[in-house]
């Protein structure tokens, strides 16, 4: 539960960093960037549907 929060937290902050530097960056870093929080919020999604899993079993 608490590596999910960190992985959304960690989301946040990177794209409000791309939003900042959004004109210093080239197409590439702005694909880059958005398939990397695409990923990991894919991540924490799943995670946190495992946690909830292992609540109720427990």
Known sequence: M???IMNVS???LMF????Y???QLTKFGIVYF???IFII???AYYEL???KN???IS
């Open 34 to 36: 958005f398939g990397e």
């Open 16 to 19: 409000g960093l791309v939003l």
């Open 41 to 43: 919020l894919g991540l």
């Open 21 to 23: 530097h959004f004109s």
């Open 10 to 12: 960690y989301c946040l």
């Open 54 to 56: 292992v609540e109720k």
């Open 2 to 4: 608490v590596l999910s």
């Open 49 to 51: 549907k495992k946690a």
